[in-house]
Structures are given as C-alpha cells and as structure tokens.
C-alpha cells in the first residue's frame, strides 16, 4: 500500500510540505503543502502537519515513578491491560504503514516500559524495514544492558534513557522501586558501545525533589556525547499530584546551569523541535529543555499518540482517544483504517499546553503510562 496513490475522503492540501510555513495557530491553512513522499498532506485544523508517530507498547512498568505511576493508583490490584487487548506486532505495523501514507516520518517506541514487552526487538526489526523511517525508542534502561545488542542487531536507530538523578537515594525514591543509578549507567554504557546513538538522556526536573541534581547530571554527560534534556514536571494523567509549585521553570535552570558551565543558545534542528538546544560554549556538548509547562511548543506539535490497545490520541493531555484496534480486528480495509486516521487528524484542534490552567490540570487526562509518553 505504501507510495501507492488512491483517492482521499478529505479535504487536503497540495504544494511542498515546508515546516516553516506552519503558521501560529490563528485558524488559517498553509498553502503550499505535498508530503515527503510527494501525495497530498494531511493537515490538521491548525494547519499542523502529522509526522510522528508515538507507539506504546505495553501499560505496564516494573518503576513506579511518583511523576508518572504513583504506587498509591498503581498497587498491585490495579487492572492492567491483557495481552490479547493489546495490539500484535503485526497489528502495529501495519497501522505504521497507513500512518506513513499520511505523513509520518519518525516513530518511537514506548510505554509504560517498552523493554518488557516480550521479543520487542522484532517488531523493530519489522518496522526498521522502512529505511527512511527515523526509528527510536525511550526506555528507563532497567533492561537495556541486556537488550541493547539485539535492539541495534534489529535495526533501532537511537535510544532516549530516563535518569532522573546520580544521587542514588533521590533516584530510588523518584523511582519508587529502588532501582540503583548504577544498573541505568550500564545500561546507558552499553548502549552506546552498540552503537544506539546520540543518546539523549531526559532528566525531569521535580523542585524540591531532585533539582538539586541538576549540575551534578550536566557534570557528568557533558563531553561524553550523550545530550542531556531537562523536563519541566508536567501535569500529564490526574493521579500524579501535579502543581505550578513543583515546576522548576526552565529558564530557571539555564540560568543555573550557565553560571556553572557557560553555554549559549543553539538552532534547532528542525522547525518544532521540542527541546530547546544550548550549547556548552567549551565545545563539549549540548543540553536541551523541554518546557511543555512554561513555553508551550502546540503551535508546532506534529504528533500522534497509538496506545498499547490501539487507540490513537492527537495530545499528550487528551482526555479521550481514537479506537482503531476494532476496526483492525473487524476487518477494516487499509483504505477505511487510513481514512479513519485522516478524520481525527483533520479534526484535530488540540492545544492543551496553551491554554493550561490549575483548573485545566485536574481534568480528568489519560495516564501517560498508558497513552505512551
Ligand atoms: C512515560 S515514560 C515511558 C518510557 C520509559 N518507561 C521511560 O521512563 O523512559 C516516557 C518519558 O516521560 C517522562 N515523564 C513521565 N511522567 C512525566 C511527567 N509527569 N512530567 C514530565 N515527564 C514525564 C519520563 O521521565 C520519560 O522520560
Ligand atoms: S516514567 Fe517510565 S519508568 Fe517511570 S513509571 Fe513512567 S513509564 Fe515507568
């Protein structure tokens, strides 16, 4: 079906796809817009293009960050998906094949912990097989000192490793498991010594909690290669106890930062990049910030949500999402399973981080774990 041409339900646009003519979102649709594999582009209300492509694999996680699956919602009566609820590999990829048709350029794999989903490396291998396909993974390297070889074998590009600490006692608090840091850098070692690189490393940075060990953690990447990225704690689910108080504002920490370790404000490497580039002005590297709560980036978000059961979501802080997994299973066609993606695309007015408020922040959002962050 890829690179075929066939007749589209809804309204497109025509004209090359250039990310800079994304407009702020003021309602009007660019012009002069052809996806990259030259059929008409899907776009949504915004005049956002689709482009990535998050696919969680599993709900389940073997951490219980108190950001993400506080203990107290994930005890061990909490109902999990089953794994006949869950798509099959096969399921996935073929869905990645129709969301390439509409645009999709970069797909990542995570969950919950992407790591536990059993013999994952051959859904990569079965998705690797579209070499044009920026193919990356999120994990919090609990496994990855054993799975790094057979994942890069597979044909993964990249990995991003969570670590949100040196300091073991604060990280196995965050991580609630007590999951030593020692067990991460392995893992992280590894990962580059198979070649998963650049490895970024994502650091969310809860106040308080552990931004005490923020120029410990640029201390410690800096020079090696790995780009380190500070998240803003953000108020994702409604189980995570989220405030404004437990945000450490971003700007904040480059001031911080800089006054350590000098750096200075680099390009991106794309239009909508989410996290902000500084470079070390010595040459050793680079770090990002990802200010989803102080500087909202929805104006550029070219992303789509598949969860493990196959519903698809176009905002990390949606509320409700998109059933594709019944029609998989009650034998849709590619061409009704496509045209189901272009309507909730074309739909899509999504903009959550720009209008937050403390009131938005306890509506009732799906879980990350669930929704694949
Ligand atoms: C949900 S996890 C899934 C993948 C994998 N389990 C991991 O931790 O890398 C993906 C990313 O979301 C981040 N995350 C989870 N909850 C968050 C929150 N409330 N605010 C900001 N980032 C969060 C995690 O730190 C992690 O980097
Ligand atoms: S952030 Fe990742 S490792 Fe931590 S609980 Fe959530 S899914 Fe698990």
Redesign the pocket.
């Known amino acids: 079906m890829h690179g075929m041409t066939r007749a589209h339900p809804l309204p497109l646009c025509h004209g090359r796809y250039n990310a800079d003519s994304i407009p702020a979102p003021a309602g009007a649709l660019p012009h002069a817009m052809i996806s990259f594999s030259g059929q008409p582009l899907l776009l949504d209300t915004l005049g956002r293009p689709l482009r990535d492509l998050r696919i969680s694999v599993t709900d389940r ?1 073997n ?1 219980r ?1 108190t ?2 699956m506080p203990k107290e919602i994930y005890g061990k009566d909490f109902q999990f998906l089953e794994r006949e609820q869950l798509l099959s590999f096969g399921e996935i990829h073929r869905l990645v094949r129709i969301f390439r048709d509409h645009g999709i350029e970069k797909v990542r794999i ?5 790591l536990l989903r059993r013999k994952l490396e051959k859904l990569i291998e079965m998705l690797a097989f579209y070499d044009d396909l920026d193919l990356t993974l ?3 390297a609990s496994l990855l000192k054993l799975k790094a070889r057979a994942l890069k074998d597979a044909g993964l590009r990249r990995v ?3 670590l949100d600490s040196l300091d073991n006692a604060t990280f196995m608090a965050m991580n609630d498991v007590d999951f030593p840091v020692d067990k991460v850098l392995e893992g992280i070692e590894e990962a580059d010594r198979v070649g998963l690189t650049p490895l970024k490393i ?1 650091m ?1 940075v809860k106040r308080g909690v552990n931004d005490h060990s923020v120029i410990e953690m640029a201390r410690y990447f800096k020079g090696t290669g790995h780009i380190l990225r500070f ?4 108020d ?1 689910g409604s189980t ?1 106890g ?1 405030s404004l108080q437990h945000v450490v504002p971003s700007r904040e920490l480059v001031a911080h930062i800089n006054a350590e370790f000098p750096i200075e404000p680099a390009d991106p490497n794309y239009r909508g990049e989410v996290a902000e580039r500084w470079r070390y002005q010595d040459g050793t590297g680079e770090v990002g910030f990802i200010s989803s709560v102080t500087q909202a980036f929805c104006k550029d978000c070219t992303r789509a949500r598949l969860s493990a059961e196959g519903q698809i979501f176009t905002c990390l802080f949606a509320t409700r999402g998109t059933d594709l997994r019944s029609l998989i299973r009650g034998d849709a066609s590619d061409d009704e399973l496509s045209a189901a993606i272009g309507r909730v695309w074309s739909s899509r007015t999504d903009r959550y981080s720009e209008i937050r408020t403390e009131a938005t922040a306890k509506l009732r959002k799906v879980e ?2 669930y929704i694949g ?1």
């Open positions: 996680c951490f960050c950001y993400c995570t969950g919950g912990e992407p999120t994990t919090n991003t490793v969570s994502n969310v998240i803003e704690f953000m994702v995570n989220w990350m774990s962050g």
